[in-house]
């Protein structure tokens, strides 16, 4: 596990305003920029400051993966990219030599903190798959990918503001935060 604390303009804050950070920064940059998935990480990058490529790498996990808006939430996959940062099993964890039982036990340890994410979206939305989630949204699910179904959503999304896609980002950038306190791989 990395240990980190936040970034030095945030540790002043308690718990309770860290984590309405966290929703609050989640909110605004999904409202500004899209995609779920990266969304989710930038603003827990700016409060926690680890590496760009992250943030960057995060992009097409957006809409259900590769904005096919069939598979996993963007905030779940966005949000356990950054889970595993903390907690995820190190490169020497792995062997393309021999099968090492501590290697694979490793995978388990690992993912706890991403089934905490996943179990919190589950209890608040009922799913993880984004089209679903589109459907308790916005009452249908929408094709980004298509242009007149992108303005469709766009206008959806604009008339349910703030209840939209925007909430669940900040939910997921708060849930995240919530687990690396709880977890200890943050300190205040």
């Not at 995060?58 to 904005?67: D, H, K, N």
């Not at 991403?114 to 308790?136: F, H």
Request: aromatic share 6%; glycine share 8%.
């Amino acid at each position: 596990m990395i240990k980190a604390k936040v970034r030095k303009e945030y540790r002043g804050l308690s718990r309770q305003e860290l984590l309405d950070k966290a929703y609050e920064l989640g909110v605004n940059y999904h409202k500004n920029s899209s995609s779920c998935s990266q969304t989710t990480v930038a603003a827990l990058h700016a409060l926690l400051g680890f590496d760009d490529v992250i943030v960057k790498a995060t992009t097409s996990l957006a809409g259900g993966s590769a904005m096919q808006f069939l598979g996993t939430c963007g905030t779940l996959t966005g949000g356990i990219v950054v889970l595993d940062y903390y907690f995820g099993r190190p490169l020497e964890n792995l062997s393309d030599k021999e099968r090492i039982q501590a290697n694979l036990d490793a995978i388990g340890l690992a993912s706890e903190a991403p089934m905490l994410l996943a179990d919190k979206l589950v209890k608040e939305y009922g799913t993880i798959i984004c089209a679903q989630i589109q459907r308790q949204l916005y009452g249908r699910f929408y094709c980004a990918t298509d242009p007149d179904e992108a303005r469709k959503i766009e206008e959806k999304q604009a008339l349910l503001a703030p209840k939209n896609c925007d909430l669940i980002v900040g939910n997921a950038a708060r849930w995240v935060m919530e687990i690396l306190l709880d977890k200890g791989a943050i300190e205040l």
